[in-house]
């Protein structure tokens, strides 16, 4: 079996690429985002046992948000800072349930005022 020549394929992941970088570069020059995204900060949300008998486990949260905040004091990514939003659920899922609704319904309600203000 005879193998393509090492020039030919070269230029053909060569080719690959520049087809990739020109189908990809109007998806990146929309700047459109998700809710919880904007083009000044990324919101990100989460619940984690501050109290209870499960406590010890926000040590998880709490690095979470350290690593963020130094994010955020050496620029953010690509500029933009992040919002960390983080709700107690002492350990219990009833409760992790309404604080997590409680994340999503606020996003929402953030979405929808940004929809707003634009028309």
């Not at 230029?11 to 189908?23: C, F, K, P, Y």
């Not at 904007?38 to 949300?45: A, L, S």
Request: proline share 6%; charged share 25%.
């Amino acid at each position: 079996m005879r193998f393509p020549s090492l020039p030919f394929c070269l230029a053909r992941i060569a080719s690959l690429l520049g087809i990739a970088a020109l189908v990809s570069a109007p998806a990146l020059a929309q700047g459109k985002y998700d809710s919880g995204a904007n083009d000044v900060e990324i919101k990100i949300g989460n619940t984690s046992p501050y109290s209870g008998p499960s406590s010890a486990y926000s040590v998880v949260a709490k690095v979470e948000a350290a690593y963020f905040q130094m994010l955020n004091e050496r620029g953010g990514i690509n500029g933009r800072k992040i919002k960390f939003v983080s709700y107690d659920d002492a350990g219990s899922p009833p409760k992790t349930v309404e604080q997590t609704r409680k994340l999503v319904e606020s996003a929402h309600s953030a979405e929808d005022d940004r929809l707003h203000r634009r028309t």
